[in-house]
């Protein structure tokens, strides 16, 4: 009884609603991000991006501030890639130290460094070894195990098995992008394999994969019966999309979101992201991975993001943002992205 009451996982926010994660996003899930969404509307679940295991790894210090220092109220999973299972293990003890909701596995990284070192979605070519880690990670973990996986590396032969395993290793919580390592971020996702997730795991799963507003919240969770939904790059884009999806599984309704809250948004991003050591002109650059996503919602022929692009000042930037924010044509976001709009960050 007591096992089974440790291992339920956190409350929705809103009772009996779906769940909603902000998913883990290298560079990007960090504590001064995570700090930003909390105040525009909390996911249920944040997930760090991911600490690196290997023979001398040590938790890397700015990820784990965003478990030590979290002030969302929501709680944290740690995520880790690695696929040495000793050093994984050891990992894990030193995580369960800290405040984490529990522990995420990733073996969905399609990055040819981290997959090539047989890690992230590298493992989903070996089920044997999959098998190895899972149990020892089981073991390892009294609380919340969860798995973050990709439904395939070339394709999706070793799917099922890796299902089975999840199951045979009774993983708590599974979040499923639906494309395969090689499809890596642009292909059409595959609901189908998310829908036969479900079907198969025993626990709950997580829809991942261009959940781009609350209406296709609603639709991939009645076509997958997900339990509830991941969401990364329309997060970035549109942070309001989990307090969207609350009122819109409650009311049916959604409130639009007016430029001008989209200015303060960028405001607050840039005023909080800021560390003294870093330059005016890096720090703008780097506001750009976060405006690249958020200009897709802004006008649809896509002149905001390639202004933005130009920036070099905080000034100049600014002035973009009051141009087409706070004086444009247009005075709401946009729900989905302005089609034919693509986002360039430097690094997905
Ligand atoms: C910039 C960036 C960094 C990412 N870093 C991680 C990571 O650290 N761990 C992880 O499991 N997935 C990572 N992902 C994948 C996302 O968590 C997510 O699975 C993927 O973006 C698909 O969801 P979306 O369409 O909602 O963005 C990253 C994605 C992006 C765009």
Redesign the pocket.
């Known amino acids: 009884m007591q096992t089974e009451l440790k291992r339920a996982l956190p409350a929705t926010i809103v009772p009996n609603q779906p769940i909603t994660a902000l ?7 960090t504590l001064p991000f995570m700090s930003v969404v909390s105040e525009i509307g909390s996911p249920d679940y944040f ?1 760090t ?2 600490f690196r295991v290997h023979v001398q790894s040590r938790l890397e210090k700015h990820i784990l501030e965003s478990i030590t220092e979290n002030q969302t109220g929501r709680p944290v999973f740690a ?1 880790m ?1 690695g696929e040495h299972i000793e050093h994984l293990k050891r990992t894990t003890q030193d995580l369960l130290q800290y405040n984490v909701a529990g522990i995420d596995l ?1 073996m ?2 399609p990055a040819p460094t981290v997959y090539k070192k047989r890690c992230g979605g590298g493992l989903l070519k070996e089920p044997e070894k999959v098998d190895r880690i899972l149990g020892t990670l089981r073991d390892a973990i009294p609380g919340l195990f969860t798995v ?1 996986m990709r439904i395939g590396f070339e394709d999706t032969h070793n799917f099922e098995a890796i299902l089975n395993l999840i199951n045979k290793h009774d993983v708590d919580l599974l979040s499923v ?1 639906g494309r395969t390592v090689k499809e890596m ?1 642009r292909s059409q ?1 595959h609901y189908d394999c998310i829908k036969l997730a479900v079907e198969i795991s025993d626990c709950p799963v997580l829809a ?4 781009s507003s609350a209406q296709r919240s609603r639709e991939i969770l009645d076509y997958t019966g997900a339990a509830g939904v ?6 970035i884009r549109n942070p309001w999309i989990f307090a969207q999806i609350r009122d819109f599984e409650s009311t049916g309704k959604i409130r639009r979101v007016p430029l001008q809250d989209v200015y303060q948004y960028v405001r607050s991003l840039y005023d909080t992201l800021q560390r003294p050591w870093i330059t005016e002109k890096a720090h703008v650059n780097r506001m750009k991975k976060f405006l690249n996503f958020i200009g897709l919602g802004v006008d649809p022929q896509g002149q905001f993001i390639h202004q933005a692009r130009r920036a070099q000042t905080e000034r100049e930037l600014f002035e973009i943002c009051e141009k087409f924010m706070l004086s444009g044509t247009n005075t709401y976001f946009a729900d989905e992205p302005y089609e034919g709009l693509v986002a360039r ?1 430097n ?2």
Request: glycine share 10%; charged share 20%; aromatic share 10%.
């Open positions: 998913a883990p996003m290298q560079d990007v899930t997930f991006e991911y995520q890639i990733n969905g990284c973050k992008h971020y996702v991942n994969g261009d959940v991941m969401i990364g790059r329309h997060a960050p690094r997905e």
